[in-house]
């Protein structure tokens, strides 16, 4: 484990690259695998001799797409919007390169995130299926499309018929039948606009709040190591006034569990010192220490423990909805989907 | 797109309004071109687009890897259950409708036949039958018979049902329609209904009418599995867009080999990496 | 389809440093940097293009003035096919109305 | 302690075992690429085929691509080895038997540049080139693409690669990757009576695209893949036996409409990659073509040539 914090300091640039070339591939290797590469790259382009100029140049030019198409995405949410008073928030990806924040160098971006208020809900779904957005195939079914209206925090996603790209379209952070009651309003009204354009962002610490939610009370937390550097690139983002206001704006808005354990991460795994400060006066969640091993375990890849996954898997449906939903919800996925068993990328080291 | 691009290049001549960002080439000088302009304005006015977008990703190899064709090398026929899983194989399955249906045995003796390939799972919805209600399994009254008329061996049946089997297979569409409970269920009531009130007194069913779908495509059938990319994602329908169902399963790695057209499957696939289709792979 | 809802007091603007344009026998060959896409247009849609650049301007003083530069009357250059084309063009963000 | 030599020099458990390790540097134009996963057929094909390529047994760099070759991840019935090719990132992977690991192989390596590679723009084309300048040949396959690069080669063109033109960002210069030359079915022969029996691989038999066998590149295209070159000539070719020979140039803009839907990363690229190609016709004229054999297809090539000279003049 101690080598796995050790990889991801040497990929935000808090420790030196490994000296030994097999280390450095597998380093790399991992970073790629784990969709953090071009946000390596962003922090250490430059400083480097050889091979490794070619492969980040290589990242970074990819994650330039990721990042103009979404400013391209952003483009065409304001043009759908015209003439309307509907002011979206940009969330997550979006948010973070709308703001040319540090958690956006480098980072690979694929959809578009969004929240309006659930009023106007109804419109911009209108509005955007006019500019050519269409319930995306995937969850084009009837059962879908009612579960999501029906349970979730966000319309179906919506994919462009020609640009092919994806929006998802929220009116809360998390499902209707979230444990967690996040005040969603507040951070609403406290959202900024971004300027010269139609769009908005959340406040600093809501950003941080939001990514925070994102991770640990919602979902799986697919990616954990891109959360993590997310975390600690945000936290980095944080002004002293903007630190202060987390703590308080977290209680404000019922977040404070989900945000002290991402400032507890980002103290643990960065030795950031401040958060480690900051994550000593706050809430930590039910079985706070399960739970780390678990999400640590399962940021580890290749070792993860079977148990820390089905841990994980049972405690996000466990966060979305209560019993008496998620049995059959569970069932009905079983058979609806049927997946296909894909096992992990394995790295070509040992 | 081509055509019509080379249309309007056709039908139009030059002249360039005053516009320093633009680089000229290919300009002929000084023709009267107005002749030209007003037939193309003709043409908008009668639907033409005026402005047409070249597909930024690899289109040229998108045409040679989306117009692969497939012919099939041999007759297949494909069976599918109401849970998404399906058989291929060469043997044939007896319909009567008046029994009730395709014929169970036949069924079991299709899926555990050692050349028929299963796939387990993973077919969209779009092409899995529904399932059987408790009522509408099995078939017409008297199918407590046993089967005196069907003892015939597959081989027998092969001929008739190539023949017919188009309509038979459209009437199966119509069996098939919504029920809410799993074939399993279907099964259970159907043993169970040895205690009700039933008129008839089978011990068990022989034929069945819901919960399967079943085909065949002949040989040197044609399967376009381009037809079934909608932009970079896939909208399966049909028959064919059933035997593609099943390559993408065999060619993401889930069945074992010799099936028909898998590079032409593969090369779609690449196209639709290429072009950000995240859902390539089923479940679609 | 129109890239989002069009009126008729909407003003349209353009930039000639969204693109680059190679033109062959009166077509245009425009790559729109924003969109990394490519589109062909023909002397119409081009010149729409051209002329929103300097003045934002209606469908109707749009159309006025394309008949105007290209010699054109009111029937063979109609109001309906410069808002079509516009809408066309609305599509590919090489022209948007003035507040966006 | 790492040392680049040539695959001949090598011995075959040395290339084994790094292999096994995962650690196997081939260098090939601009790219570094770390192979893993051994199996006799590959090391067959790498000692055959590759024989004069530039390898690491153990790489002294980071590299671009990382291919492994390994079994695939599902359930069998019945056991038998099986090869899929592995770049690290999702594809739609093929099991192949493991006879089959040098199609794999070379499959793997081509994703790999069509779908990671972002310092160049990618088209998918054959490119050969003199001291005046390269030819690049873009074409659907089947167009006979790799013939008309083998029959370059033999005009005393060197090997820049059969599968993609790399384009440089910002200057346009093409840079050569001198992989074997893919020859499916029927164009086997051909190439066989064109190159000589020597310089073609040996058959992989049944493969999902049909028999398979590779043109080698020659020590000296390998040993001058670092030497890039413009494009002089830019050619749409299409073959189809029987079919009367002709010629028709492009203009720039009919050209770049054509190349632009062949790159596999231009949309990824945007506006550097339509520069790019917009510069490589500073230097280049293009022209379609289309004939019914190799021999007319040579003569059409140099007629255009010898037109864009007079023009030039």
Known sequence: ????????????????????VLKRIKLMIFADAHHVLGQMAAA??????????????????????????????????????????????????????????????????????????????????????QAGWKADQETDNEYDQEYYRQWMHELPPMRHGKRGTIIDVHHLLLPRTARYKIGIDQMIDGARTIEASALKTFCPADVFIHSAIHAFADGAFDNPVRGFIEHYYLFQDLNESDRKDLCVRAEQVGAEKPVGLAVWCVGFLFSDENAQKMAKNMKKPM???????????????????????????????????????????????????????????????? | MHEIIQFIMDESVTDLPENSTVKSVGKSANVDHSAA??????????????????????????????????????????????????????????????????????????????????????????LTPSACSSYSYGGGQDDCDDDSGGKGDDDDYDYYYDADFENASSDLDLLMQASSNTYADG?????????????????????????????????????????????SVWDLRGDDGLFVALSLQYACGVSETGWPGISCIVSILTYLRQNGGSNACPPY | MAAGPITDDMKWRSSSDGYIATEFDDTYLV??????????????????VTETESVAQTATELAMNLRRRFELTDEELTQELVSLTLSELDDTGLIWPETV | MSTVTRVSDLSRREIRSSLREGSLLLHLGPFAQLISGSSDPLIDFLQDTYRDCQVELFPSDVTDVHLNLRAPNILRKFFRPQVVPDPGFEVPAVPLPIE??????????????????????????????????????????????STLTAALLERGYRLFSDEFALVGLGDAVLQPYPRPISLKEETIPIVRELAGDEWISPIVKGSPKGDIAYRRARRSDIDQSHKQAKAKLILFPEFEPGMRPYKRRLNTAEAILRLIPASTNFGLLGEQAYL??????????????????????????????????????
Request: net charge neutral.
């Open chain 1, 287 to 350: 079985l706070f220490w399960l739970l780390r091993w678990a999400l640590i375990s399962k940021a580890m890849d290749g070792l993860t423990s079977p148990l820390a996954k089905a841990l994980l898997y049972i405690r996000s449906h466990y966060l979305r909805m209560p019993m008496r939903l998620l049995v059959p919800h569970l069932t009905r996925k079983a058979i609806q989907w049927r997946p296909m068993s894909r096992k992990p990328v394995d790295l070509p080291l040992p």
């Open chain 3, 31 to 48: 790559f729109v940097k924003a969109s990394a896409e490519t589109h062909f247009l023909n002397f119409l849609s081009f010149g729409i």
């Open chain 2, 187 to 231: 099964i259970e009531a159907g043993y169970s209904s040895k205690d009700d009130d039933d008129d008839d007194d089978c011990e068990e069913p022989t034929h069945i009418d819901c919960g399967y779908y079943f085909t065949t495509l002949r040989r040197n059938r044609e399967i376009r599995p381009g037809d079934f990319i909608d932009g």
């Open chain 4, 100 to 145: 089959m690991a040098p199609l794999a192989f070379e499959m793997g390596l081509n994703l790999s540049v069509a779908l990671k590679c972002c310092r160049f723009v990618t088209i998918h084309a054959g490119v050969v080139a003199d001291k005046d300048g390269a030819i690049l040949m873009s074409a659907e396959s089947g167009s006979g693409k």
């Open chain 2, 37 to 126: 302009r007003r037939n193309l304005l003709k043409l908008g006015v009668a639907g033409m687009p005026m402005v047409l977008t070249l597909k930024a990703s690899a289109r040229q190899l998108a045409i040679s890897q989306l117009n692969c064709v497939i012919v099939l090398p041999s007759r297949m026929r494909i069976l599918v259950d109401s849970d998404g899983n399906a058989w291929s194989g060469t043997r044939n399955i007896s319909y009567d409708a008046s029994k009730g249906g395709y014929k169970l045995s036949d069924i079991q003796k299709f899926k555990d036949h050692r050349n028929t390939r299963e796939f387990t799972g993973g077919l969209p919805n779009s």
């Open chain 4, 276 to 313: 790019a190609i917009t510069r490589l016709f500073d230097d280049a004229v293009a022209y379609e073509l289309s004939y019914g054999s190799t021999e007319q297809s040579l003569s059409l090539i140099d007629e255009a040539l010898q037109e864009r000279d007079d023009h030039a003049a």
């Open chain 1, 44 to 129: 250490l382009t430059g400083a480097h001799e050889g091979k490794i100029n070619d492969v980040f140049d290589n990242a970074l030019l990819r994650t330039a797409h990721d990042h103009r198409m979404l400013h391209f995405e952003m483009n065409r949410l304001e043009r759908a919007l015209e003439g309307t008073e509907i002011t979206p928030i940009l969330l997550k990806g979006a948010a973070y390169v709308a703001r040319d924040l540090k958690a956006a160098q480098g980072r690979r971006v694929s959809d578009i995130d969004i929240l309006v208020r659930e009023e106007e809900l109804d419109q911009v779904e209108k509005l955007l299926m």
């Open chain 1, 1 to 20: 484990m101690i080598m796995q914090r050790k990889a991801l300091k040497q990929i935000v640039g808090l420790k030196p690259l490994p000296e030994k």
